[in-house]
């Protein structure tokens, strides 16, 4: 009996595998977050989970290269390397002291992002986190997302406090600690 029942359940065109499975969980415990707590509160749970995965692949990747701190073109590459990694798609639009501007074409978390804005908050607390703590200070600002329908992505990491930094809607990073 068992076998006929596996033989009739395992050809079955369902899409479900792990990816699918976990990016399905992010996207429904934070959904469930953003309807019970509220879109801020809820960002910043997902804050919390991102900034310590920012440690842990800030301190991966530092063990990797065999270097104490990143170089601010070793953070570039780093953040592009790792969103790669996870299947986004993320360049660098512009770079210069003051700032590192990414545009992103395809999100990690696919179709699973839309409508839910707090999962961005894994990739500023991502970013923020491996910027402040290898070149001291970051500000992520997320411009454009394509969890709130754009078609794209558009994420500035300041990493000086400039006028253009301060007049920037997002959360700042210091080396060791974040701070909204």
């Known amino acids: 009996m068992t076998n006929s029942l596996n033989d009739s359940i395992t050809p079955l065109n369902i ?9 399905t969980l992010i996207r429904e415990l934070s959904g469930t977050l ?3 707590v509220g879109l801020e509160e809820a960002s910043g749970f997902i804050s919390v989970v991102g900034e310590r995965m920012g440690r842990q692949i800030n301190q991966d990747y530092k063990s990797a290269l065999a270097v104490s701190n ?16 996870i299947q986004g798609d993320f360049y660098v ?3 210069n002291d003051e700032k590192i501007v990414f545009g992103n074409r395809v999100c990690p978390f696919a179709e699973k992002v839309l409508n839910r ?7 500023s607390n ?9 070149l001291g200070y970051a500000k ?3 411009q454009e997302t394509i969890a709130q329908g754009a078609s794209g992505c558009k994420v500035i990491i300041y990493l000086k406090v ?9 959360r700042e990073y210091f080396r060791g600690m974040e701070s909204v």
């Open 15 to 23: 899409s479900l595998e792990r990816d699918i499975f976990l990016r």
């Open 34 to 36: 953003q309807d019970v």
């Open 70 to 85: 990143l170089s601010p073109e070793q953070v570039t590459n780093v953040l592009i390397d790792l969103k790669k990694r």
């Open 93 to 95: 639009i512009e770079q």
């Open 117 to 123: 804005p707090a999962m961005c908050m894994m990739t």
């Open 126 to 134: 991502v970013f923020g986190t491996i910027a402040a703590n290898n």
């Open 140 to 142: 992520v600002e997320l």
């Open 162 to 170: 400039t006028e253009e930094a301060e007049d920037a809607e997002g």
